[in-house]
């Protein structure tokens, strides 16, 4: 991804950034299909494409930031099998004070074979970047589009289980 930068078509932030891939050996369980786990690795690849084309990755490096996802959500519909050919199309859910989420659909034969969720912060050396200054500095309106009920009630879900976790380590 990196090399291919200089040549990259740059992309709107709220656009859907598109890249193609194809399924290899190493993808598949004993099912002979994409193993599950592989469609989130996938999806950081996705990801990176829509980071590098948007150009959240300047004010990533201005800020001395990294890109965390904190938490992943995966829906399986269809199979892909060996040698297949298939894009993920990623695109910006919304954000909120602290969590930006993005969509990566798996798409063949203009189907929806999975969707990866995500929801992720940029961290810099003194803490985490607020999805504000990403978005001020990529030019959008600083108000998140409106996020779909089950994104909202996932982000919440997903914040309960921090506490939960929080609150046992306390324990301990």
Known sequence: MLLKRPW????DPFSITVIRMG??????DLNRHVTN???FTMADIGRMDYVLKTGAFRTALRLKAVPIVGDAW???RRELKLFETFEIHTRMLGWDDKWSFL????????RTAGVVIMRGVFRAPKGTVPPAVLIKDLGLPE???AMPDWLT???????????QLRH???KN
Do not use: I
């Open 8 to 11: 990259r078509q740059s992309a």
């Open 23 to 28: 399924v290899w050996p190493h993808d598949l």
């Open 37 to 39: 786990g592989r469609y």
């Open 74 to 76: 995966g829906k399986f």
């Open 103 to 110: 969509e990566h659909r798996f798409v063949k034969d203009g």
């Open 143 to 145: 108000q998140s589009p």
């Open 153 to 163: 009630a996932w982000s919440a879900r997903c914040d309960g289980m921090s506490a």
């Open 168 to 170: 046992e380590e306390a």
